[in-house]
């Protein structure tokens, strides 16, 4: 049988074979730009390529620029006067005038002191009388002489009413009273323990023996006693009066809101009453001593005197310049007190840096599309600044963004260089 030859392929065959062809043509290709990697691998790499372009062109998008601005400073210093009065409401500032506010306190002060005077002291008691002698009642005189079987003589201190005795069963029973006594002289001899008494003025009488006294409890008090002395309260005064003048300040300070000038040199202090608790020749050890003090003040607002001299700054300077409050630094005296007309004035003595003016939304709209280097050339060639700094985000960019609102400037910046 002859053998036949075919120059086309049939139909299904040649469809086969441009599929294999057509099959190696890829892997061809896929081996030509990933030689080595796997289908998982090659496809990681897609994503990753995907993110970073994503990330380029948010940031790029929303990136931003950050400028610090230093500025040629300068220091003005300059002196003036101005007046407080409390019957203004605002700042004068024509008048040079600060509005003033009274603030007063009040207050006692009390103080214990000892008394360093001695005084000589009689010892006191009590004795009891007893009368045997007649049912008659009896009223004796003040100062009535008791002796005592150790031979001190006691004094009654008041009159004694004695009372007769009574006769019972034909027996005479003795009435008695109870007799406050004080020894004829002062000193600690007359300390005595119980003892009895008889009636010194009965002596050599039928009364001697029928009247007669006896205690139960000892006698005391007697010695030296203390005693407020002229001198004690004079010191009282001295030491409880200049305490009284600094402790009314501190009170007065505590009544002044933080946000008033306290000023001692404007303020005045009223000692109004003093008066001692105990009179001189007083037999205590200790005894108190009262000061009524009162302080009053013309004070005014920080803020006031801040703006005031801010303003007047702004007054000598050119309106090209600005002043940094921040650096306001400002010394102040009172100048003549007259807390009757509640008025004052203060001697000022005040400097602050200045700086010149910049149109920040013109510097942003120069700046827009320039390199970091383009930036600081312009801005350092400007003479009224001193130095920049700069910084993007994210850190790879390199350009400031052409959206103003995307460009930060700090200006000024006032710390040293």
Do not use: C, H
């Amino acid at each position: 049988m002859v053998q036949k030859i075919f120059d086309i392929l049939p139909p299904k065959k040649a469809e086969k074979k441009e599929r294999l062809i057509a099959q190696i043509e890829k892997e061809t290709k896929e081996k030509k730009f990933f030689p080595q990697l796997s289908l998982k691998k090659r496809g990681l790499i897609l994503i990753l390529l995907l993110f970073l372009l994503l990330v380029t062109s948010v940031s790029f998008q929303f990136s931003k620029a950050k400028i610090k601005i230093w500025p040629e400073m300068e220091t003005v210093s300059f002196q003036t006067k101005i007046s407080l009065n409390k019957g203004v409401q605002n700042i004068d500032f024509e008048n040079k005038i600060l509005p003033g506010k009274i603030f007063e306190v009040e207050k006692i002060f009390t103080e214990e002191f000892p008394a360093t005077g001695k005084t000589p002291k009689n010892a006191e008691g009590k004795i009891r009388l007893y009368n045997s002698f007649t049912t008659q009642d009896e009223t004796w005189l003040k100062g009535t002489r008791f002796v005592s079987t150790e031979g001190k003589l006691f004094l009654s201190k008041d009159k004694i009413s004695v009372p007769g005795a009574v006769v019972k069963d034909g027996k005479m029973i003795p009435s008695y009273v109870d007799v406050e006594v004080i020894a004829a002289e002062p000193g600690a001899d007359y300390n005595i323990g119980p003892s009895k008494f008889s009636v010194f003025v009965f002596r050599g009488t039928p009364r001697y023996e029928k009247y007669y006294g006896e205690s139960s409890q000892p006698m005391t008090g007697g010695g030296q006693a203390p005693q407020v002395k002229k001198e004690d309260l004079e010191n009282a005064e001295k030491i409880l009066t200049e305490k009284a003048k600094n402790e009314i300040i501190e009170a007065l300070i505590g009544k002044i809101p933080l946000e008033f000038i306290f000023l001692k040199e404007a303020s005045e202090v009223k000692i109004l009453e003093k008066f001692p608790l105990a009179k001189e020749g007083q037999e205590v050890e200790r005894f108190q001593f009262q000061v009524k003090a009162k302080a009053f003040t013309l004070s005014f607002r920080k803020e006031d005197l801040d703006n005031f001299v801010l303003q007047y700054i702004l007054e000598q300077i050119p309106e090209e310049k600005e002043v940094s409050r921040d650096s306001l630094k400002i010394n102040y005296s009172p100048i003549g007190l007259d807390l009757q007309s509640q008025k004052t004035s203060l001697s000022l003595d005040f400097s602050a840096k200045i700086y010149p003016k910049i149109d920040i939304n013109l510097v942003k709209e120069t700046l827009t599309g320039k390199s970091l280097e383009e930036a600081k050339t312009f801005l350092e060639q400007q003479p009224e600044i001193l130095r920049i700094e700069a910084k993007f985000f994210p850190f790879w960019v390199k350009k400031i963004p052409s959206e103003i609102e995307r460009i930060e400037i700090e200006y000024p910046i006032l710390t040293e260089s």
